[in-house]
């Protein structure tokens, strides 16, 4: 038998308090409701060369970028990058809108910025010619009212489903405590074992001692769970416990530090939760009223990837 306790969780949630909202349909504006358009570079006539754009804030907003552009000359061309960034000195790229030249000049491009950075900016290159452009940040605010609520549901509904599957999404590090060392082979739970931190036990005088990975123990991240036994020609250490958590294990574990890699079936039996959760804010006394069909699809997703506690 063994004590779990989470050291350290997910840094991020699966689902983003942006995509809830535009799951839930809660960042459709009303008319111009909420929406506001800087400009990252302004309109004007421009020769050969570079331009970097003033950088636009655009934390917590559901954000356009819009291209307008006039006349390119004969053999020139125009190419907008966006980049991002969270404190406006370190950027990366995060798109690039398709090259414009003399043959699809005089017209509006678009694009969505789903990054999450704090700020975003356009960085124009012309060549061989002059062009005629700007380049617009159209901000929408939406309703903020909710989002406490909406964010607790996020991590309610996630936390849900990792115990329903017995496992970690998003990285994260745990403790696990033993009595001793009971078996040769020990399976590390919560699936998805990234790394062994360290494996350390206390004898009855409360002296601890750490293992040393490979000299010690060898453990594998291969399979559902990972496993952790004595490296070659090594056994556990015999030793009279301490009476209380004698031996501990942390480890770290998940699909990795982003949404990227986890099933998309966990993703949507997550939706299904939060939108269930959003729309009935008190428990049902009606039987007519009982989710059974929400309940059996939100399980049916799970289901697959569900590992048996051991």
């Known amino acids: ?6 050291k350290t969780g997910p840094s991020v949630e699966p689902i983003s308090l942006t995509e809830a909202k535009n799951y839930l349909r809660l960042n459709v504006a009303d008319g111009s409701s909420g929406v506001s358009t800087s400009q990252s570079i302004g309109p004007g006539q421009r020769n050969a060369g570079t331009t970097t754009g003033t950088y636009i804030e655009v934390l917590g907003y559901t954000t356009s970028i819009i291209l307008n552009v006039g006349t390119i000359a004969a053999t020139g ?13 370190a950027w990366n790229t995060f798109d690039t809108f398709e090259q414009v030249t003399s043959s699809n000049d005089e017209a509006i491009f678009e694009m969505e910025y789903t ?11 012309i060549a061989n010619a002059s062009a005629s452009f700007s380049v617009d940040i159209q901000k929408q605010t939406g309703d903020t009212s909710e989002d406490a609520y909406l964010s607790a549901i996020i991590t ?6 990792e115990d329903f599957q017995n496992r970690a999404y998003i990285t994260q590090s745990w403790y696990m405590t033993m009595e001793n060392f009971c078996e040769d082979v020990i399976n590390i739970p919560k699936g998805k074992l990234i790394t062994i931190d360290y494996i350390k036990y206390k004898d009855s005088s409360g002296t601890e001692t750490t293992l040393s990975n490979n000299t010690d123990y060898v453990y594998s991240n291969k399979g559902i769970v990972g496993k952790v036994t004595p490296a070659y020609g090594k056994t556990w250490p015999s030793f009279t416990p301490f009476p209380l958590d004698p031996v501990s294990i942390e480890f770290t574990c998940g699909y990795g530090p982003t949404s990227a890699s986890i099933p998309k079936k966990i993703i949507q039996a997550m939706y299904m939760l939060i939108s269930h959760w959003y729309e009935n804010r008190t428990p049902l006394v009606d039987k007519m009223q009982i989710p059974d069909e929400i309940k059996f699809a939100v399980t049916a997703l799970l289901w697959q990837d569900k590992i048996t506690v051991f």
């Not at 061309?77 to 000195?89: A, P, R």
Request: charged residues 20%.
């Open 1 to 6: 038998m063994y004590n779990l306790t989470l």
């Open 115 to 125: 990054g999450s950075k704090r700020y975003i900016r356009a960085i124009a290159v």
């Open 77 to 89: 061309t125009l190419d907008i990058t966006i980049q991002e960034s969270n404190n406006g000195s």
């Open 156 to 161: 309610a509904a996630r936390e849900y489903c």
